[in-house]
């Protein structure tokens, strides 16, 4: 499926359906709890090696999360995989730190409040140990820095200061004298210093050197940067260069590209902002880098397009180098035709061949060498349509569900209502569909008989439709509740691991 990077299917056909189980939760909450609202997760992201998670949430706080139970192999888990060794147990993250990334604010040139929510983290390159991530709000971007810290604990200093004078004898007089550097106390006159002192026989045994006892070891987190006043309208997404120097972040209108060592001033390099706003047809709503070629990023529509550019054509990239969108079919048009397309995230495969989006109803995987039409499309909220009117009375219709593949490229998924989360096989012929609950029971609203999904070719590709085997109402008669939604949610670079929020609760499941 991967072009060159071929990846080599199970003997006889695509690879099995995975059986996910749970592996742990942070922040469970019990039965009744209310919520508070600044405690919901609203950015969540693995970084490349997949040892740190780190989450964001309306609070403005980032939280980060270490892997450990790759660490008593006394080997990098790189190196087991390379030598194939058979790793069995589930993974555990433990809560690594935390720090408060933004606070609220508010734009008196506009007489508009700036929340502290996270909309996005991203994981720069580590050196030296020390954890590098960029964290946004709606308006600023900050580049942080986490390192470990030894602060030094001193003990065994000299004789305790208020009995002490310089000859080692106890003080009798009731006013303490002031004491000079090397614990010799001063009367305020400066004539006796030379002549009075003689130390007595055998030295002075009070008069100790100060000893460091114990090294405790500390997170320190720095604000290293702050990129800012760059963006007029909302900011809806970052994403690192291949390069490790330079970054996007992306508004309704505008993408600049920033040097991460430059926070003074950014480069404006897409702008869709029309020269009279009455004429505004589409917004910027995603904006990912590729992820090997340092020239080359994608950016998706509120019309549910895809545009790939490349920064080398010219220094305004408004002309696109491909556009991939599909055509309308003809008659389906509604008032909520617009509304539905509108893209709400999009991930570059591994490899950089595939684009994966993610609208309303569908996730759709794209191959950047085929701008005819998507190469797979995964329904989600088919059973929705009906519903779409009582969606847009309640702006539910609006969610921005965030989407991701798994590593090997084999695998995607993506967020739903009630708390559930979909995963599709998108290998040739694979027929694998997976509707899971963010709870310690995952498969307990597992659909037990998915309908196998109508294929149509086309003289140039397979076109997969697959995923609308989903009621309203699940396998075991239980309704969908809209006011739960799954909106985040990373899978691991390496490993059948994904990580998603379900309001203030992190799960992970494995496979």
Request: net charge negative.
């Amino acid at each position: 499926m991967h072009g060159g990077d071929e990846v080599v299917a199970a003997p006889g056909g695509p690879p099995q359906q995975l059986d996910w189980k749970f592996s742990q939760v942070f922040g469970e909450r019990t039965a009744g709890e209310e919520v508070q609202e600044v405690d919901i997760i609203s950015a969540i992201e693995f970084d490349k090696t997949g040892d740190h998670l780190a989450t964001g949430d309306r609070g403005g706080r980032v939280v980060l999360f270490e892997r450990t139970d790759t660490k008593d192999h006394g080997v990098s888990r790189r190196d087991l995989e390379r030598m194939d060794y058979p790793i069995s147990r589930h993974p555990e993250f433990r809560y690594k730190t935390e720090f408060q990334s933004h606070e609220p604010e508010f734009d008196y040139l506009k007489s508009l409040e700036i929340e502290e929510k996270i909309n996005k983290i991203r994981w720069c390159q580590t050196a030296n140990g020390v954890l590098s991530l960029l964290s946004t709000n709606d308006k600023t971007i900050k580049f942080w820095k986490v390192q470990e810290k030894k602060v030094k604990k001193i003990s065994d200093m000299n004789l305790d200061p208020s009995k002490a004078v310089g000859n080692g004898s106890v003080a009798s007089s009731s006013s303490p004298k002031p004491c000079l550097a090397n614990g010799s106390s001063f009367d305020g006159s400066y004539d006796n210093l030379s002549n009075d002192f003689s130390p007595p026989p055998g030295g002075l045994p009070s008069l100790r050197l100060p000893v460091v006892t114990s090294q405790e070891t500390n997170l320190l987190a720095r604000c290293r940067r702050v990129y800012g006043h760059a963006h007029d309208y909302h900011i809806n997404s970052i994403s690192n260069n291949s390069d490790g120097e330079t970054f996007i972040s992306a508004d309704d209108l505008r993408i600049n590209l920033w040097n991460l060592e430059i926070s003074s001033q950014s480069f404006n390099i897409v702008d869709v902002k029309p020269a009279n706003m009455e004429d505004l047809t589409e917004v910027i709503t995603s904006a990912e880098f590729h992820p090997t070629h340092c020239n080359m990023l994608a950016y998706s529509s509120s019309k549910g397009s895809i545009r790939l550019i490349d920064l080398r054509q010219s220094a305004l990239c408004d002309s696109h180098a491909k556009l991939f969108e599909e055509p309308e079919a003809p008659g389906s048009r509604s008032f909520f035709t617009e509304i539905i397309a509108s893209i709400s995230d999009i991930k570059f495969s591994k490899d950089g061949r595939y684009i994966l989006s993610r609208d309303y109803m569908t996730l759709k995987l794209w191959d950047i060498n085929m701008d005819s039409g998507p190469v797979a499309t995964f329904q989600v909220h088919e059973y929705l349509r009906p519903k779409l009117c009582d969606l847009y009375e309640n702006d539910s219709i609006f969610d921005k569900f965030e989407c991701c593949l798994s590593g090997d490229g084999l695998r995607v998924a993506t967020g739903s209502y009630s708390n559930l989360f979909r995963v599709f096989g998108c290998a040739p012929g694979s027929t694998e569909s997976a509707t899971l609950e963010a709870s310690k029971n995952p498969m307990r609203r597992q659909v037990q008989t998915p309908t196998r999904p109508s294929r149509s070719l086309s003289s140039i590709t397979r076109v997969v439709r697959r995923g609308s085997e989903t009621p309203g109402v699940d396998a075991n008669g239980n309704s969908f509740d809209f006011t739960t939604k799954l909106l985040h949610l990373a899978w691991h670079p390496t490993e059948n691991l994904i990580a998603c929020a379900a309001a203030n609760s992190l799960y992970m499941y494995y496979a």
